[in-house]
């Protein structure tokens, strides 16, 4: 499965974003989707997940209550609705692709070029 990632920019602390990520291939209804972000100087870190169907999700305390992750499959895309957004939530954020459930990024096979996400305070 090969990834776009967009829908990053500059918004103000308390602001929203809505990132996408188009996939091509017949294989991302089966696959559990990811979405990762990495800060400048700071490892790739987990933000949120979703089961193939999307009735299951999963997100890092730091992000749960503001980031809702969804998916369609019909349109093969990915979500990462972000509100009430933060400047420690700056990095540049990237979907992938995994054929079981994880939080950890060597996990995951497919990636797409993420985007960049900087929240101004």
């Known amino acids: 499965v090969q990834l776009q990632a967009s829908g990053g920019g500059l918004v103000q602390a308390g602001g929203s974003l809505r990132l996408s990520c188009a996939a091509s291939g017949r294989t991302f209804s089966s696959s559990v989707m990811g979405w990762f972000r990495q800060a400048p100087g700071r490892e790739r870190e987990f933000v949120a997940r979703?089961?193939?169907?999307?009735?299951?999700?999963r997100y890092t305390d730091s992000v749960k209550g503001r980031f809702t992750v969804s998916r369609d499959n019909a349109g093969n895309t990915l979500y990462l609705q972000m509100n009430s957004l933060k400047p420690e939530d700056t990095a540049v954020y990237y979907c992938?692709?995994?054929?079981?459930?994880?939080?950890?990024?060597?996990?995951?096979?497919?990636w797409g070029q993420g985007t960049q996400v900087t929240v101004s305070s």
């Open positions: 979703i089961s193939r169907g999307g009735g299951y999700t």
């Open positions: 992938a692709a995994n054929t079981h459930y994880s939080d950890l990024t060597d996990d995951y096979h497919y």
